[in-house]
């Protein structure tokens, strides 16, 4: 038997919703912990990666980045209303308002990082869009920005810095156990 949270329209919702900065690690320890807790995994940026068959990078730079936002908000949206197992967003996705709605009532972990450690785990090169330029300056001054957010979001969150994913996957894990969200998805 599962229990899910109810924030969901229709009595849907994701076992966890991951959030986090660029180099967090929201990715990695998803898939993690779609082992521990016997259930999906679904990453929005991967989604829309496929759905589209463009790289973010390359929507952002044809198409702008209200485009992408267009697209993210979507698949955030059909995510998080059928989605049941454990769900990744990109690092912007919660600065949304209609996204920040449907995270209510959801069981949101914000995976914390400083720059030390996500400089690391994603160098800081052309991929990232809205890193492109000056790299380290910008990714502070977007978590000065979404911290907050991501803060108020959150029901659980875990400091992933110096840490390995299967470590981080495993604190999450038992956070979002406790919060009653067990077993394989039916």
């Given at each position: 038997m599962v229990t899910r949270p109810t924030g969901a329209p229709g009595g849907a919702a994701p076992a966890a919703v991951v959030i986090g900065p660029p180099g967090a690690g929201k990715t990695v320890t998803g898939k993690a912990l779609e082992a521990l807790l016997g259930t999906a995994f679904h990453d929005t940026d991967e989604a829309i990666v496929a759905a589209g068959g463009r790289s973010i990078a390359d929507i952002f730079v044809d198409?702008?980045?209200?485009?992408?936002?267009?697209?993210?908000?979507?698949?955030?949206?059909?995510?998080?209303?059928?989605?049941?197992?454990?769900?990744?967003?990109?690092?912007?996705?919660?600065?949304?308002?209609?996204?920040?709605?449907?995270?209510a009532g959801q069981v949101v972990v914000f995976l914390d990082v400083g720059i030390a450690d996500a400089s690391k785990r994603i160098g800081f090169d052309q991929s990232r869009p809205?890193?492109?330029?000056?790299?380290?300056?910008?990714?502070?001054?977007?978590?000065?920005?979404?911290?907050p957010v991501y803060l108020a979001l959150a029901?659980?969150?875990?400091?992933t810095a110096g840490?390995?994913?299967?470590?981080?996957?495993?604190?999450?894990?038992?956070?979002?156990?406790?919060?009653?969200v067990t077993g394989a998805t039916p």
């Open positions: 198409d702008g980045e209200a485009a992408f936002r267009d697209l993210e908000r979507a698949e955030v949206a059909r995510a998080l209303t059928q989605e049941t197992g454990v769900v990744a967003l990109g690092g912007g996705a919660p600065i949304d308002a209609a996204t920040r709605v449907l995270l809205l890193l492109s330029i000056n790299p380290r300056a910008s990714w502070i001054a977007m978590m000065n920005e979404r911290r029901r659980h969150r875990v400091d840490r390995a994913p299967q470590e981080v996957a495993e604190e999450v894990a038992a956070l979002v156990q406790g919060d009653g």
